[in-house]
């Protein structure tokens, strides 16, 4: 039998990278990374890997990622001191799970 030969994969043709973009994005306005998910059209757990790395790239050249933390809505506990980017889980002084996101942007 003889198998048929594959047809070479062309992937589709970009004009910037899915950072680029998220870059560009977060230099002109503070966004969530659900907003950023809609305007960039990939999931928001993507987002928040690649803005680890933007995080890096970004100081590099000067700039920095600034990150307004996320609030507890029921007793308004500010997430200042937390490393991650990751909206948390729950409150840890009212165990209420009604957390606002962090918004970011470049500056």
């Known amino acids: 039998m003889r198998t048929k030969p594959r ?27 659900k907003e950023l998910s809609a305007d960039v059209r990939i999931s928001e757990k993507e987002v928040y890997g690649h803005l680890e790395h933007i995080k890096k790239t970004v100081s590099k050249s000067g700039h920095n990622l600034v990150v307004v933390p996320s609030e507890c809505n029921k007793c308004g506990f500010v997430f200042k001191k937390r490393d991650k980017l990751k909206k948390p889980s729950k409150c840890p002084v009212c165990y209420s799970e009604s957390i606002s996101e962090p918004i970011f942007s470049i500056m």
Request: charged content about 25%; aromatic content about 4%; cysteine-free.
């Open 7 to 33: 047809e070479a994969f062309i992937p589709q043709e970009r004009e910037d990278t899915i950072r680029h973009k998220i870059i560009s994005i977060l230099t002109g306005q503070s966004l969530s990374a």
